[in-house]
């Protein structure tokens, strides 16, 4: 039987995590998670939705030191949680606050509070836990083409790998850095880059959920350099709007959305730190790093590897759960790295004449100026994409239309010039950063189809 610690790279009274009181090192966080965990009922996983990170780490070790799974939902509804309790019966719902408190309850699930500090005075715990490589550790869920929840199984082990292999791909084994997220830590990204990259990456974490610019400038504020903000490009872009000051970070790490050049651009030059993406999925989790600014090519994590039959592009090898069908175009290169072309689903023909919604919106977004920009293909009568015309929508401050389709000339077949483009001042992204195609048709019937909302 293999096995790995809880946490590693961390010395037992190294710093864990960091909160409104100070500091937390390792070892009062196991006291913590044991603490937690001698008061739990005797069978059940758990329910994970805890918002602040501190709270879901103590919730996670917790459950691991008592062999429970954490099951972290994408969605808070109701009925997404009724029926992630039939899939896993007796499970019990760890909550941090009124809010999660009350949707666990309009969910019919019994709760369980995780105190800011379940196990605060008792004394530090001098020995680090060893879990078993093989144990199901979490289970992440996506929303599935029929909208429940699709669980997706994470075993110990390979959270392990994920944690040291994405802090291998970002220097951080060697520098680490203390992790300001925006994202929620049961989403795949957070859990993967503000908690792997703290239980096994040798950084630590700010255990708050920052969302407004005030927010993020508190929370940069209230943890030493080095710092790295973990966000989205929603998050960025406003942050940026609002005229970031005081503690910055000296890293900036992005993911969930594309993230266009122009603003990867202005997030360096505020900060004065590289600016870093990672691509994956729920599925995959991450598999690939890149510096935005440097070009479109993507680095492979550390021991993840790709394979191709035809179109179609799986993930294996190293934290990688199995073999992992990919659903975006992606096009290997001679020195190992790749370049994405967007989901095989954003894939148009008009005219006779094919591309990617995702290449456009590289391109458009790629304008000076452009912060931000979505292609739309509108439903065509029975289907016919060759008989509409894409639409566009951009965030450009200080730009025009006209100007902006000239340039965009130089870089498209005419074909495929939106008509018409429409400048706003956001677009309508969610928690996460994601554009929902569902998003998109809404904007287009009130921008340019003109409907009343």
Known sequence: MSLSPLIS????????????????RVGEFLADAVAFAQALPPEGDLINLCEDRYRFAVGFAAG??????????????PQSLRQLAQDFPG???????????LAAEAAGLPRREVAARPGAGRPPVAEMPWIDDARRAAVLFTSGSTGRP????KHWGRLVRN??????????????????????IQHSYG??????????????????????????????????APRLLVTTPFHLANWLASAASGALPQRLLSATAPLAEGLAQQAEAACGAELHEIYGSTESSALASRRTVAGPAWTLLPGARLRFAGDVASAEGGHVEGTVP?????EPLADGRFVLHGRHADLINIAGKRTSLAYLNRQLAGLEGVLDAAFFLPEAPGGDAAVTRLVAFAVAP????????AELRERVDAIFLPRPLVLLPALPRNATGKLTREALAALYRREVLREPS
Do not use: Y
């Open 91 to 101: 499970a019990l719902c760890l909550v941090d606050g009124a809010e999660m408190s």
């Open 163 to 184: 944690g040291q292999a994405e802090a291998a791909a970002l220097g951080l084994d060697r520098t680490p850095h203390v992790l300001v997220g925006t994202v929620p």
């Open 150 to 153: 699709q669980p997706h199984p």
């Open 9 to 24: 790279a961390h010395a037992i009274d190294g710093v864990f995590a960091w909160c409104p009181d100070g500091p937390v």
């Open 398 to 405: 200080g730009r025009q239309p006209a100007p902006l389709l």
């Open 64 to 77: 691991l030191l008592r062999g429970r799974v954490s099951l972290q939902p994408s969605s808070l509804a």
């Open 326 to 330: 990919l659903a975006d175009l992606i």
């Open 191 to 224: 859990f993967e880059s503000t908690f792997l990259l703290a239980l096994h990456g040798g950084c630590s974490f700010w255990s708050g959920k920052p969302f407004f610019p005030q927010d993020i400038n508190d929370a940069l504020a209230a943890v030493p």
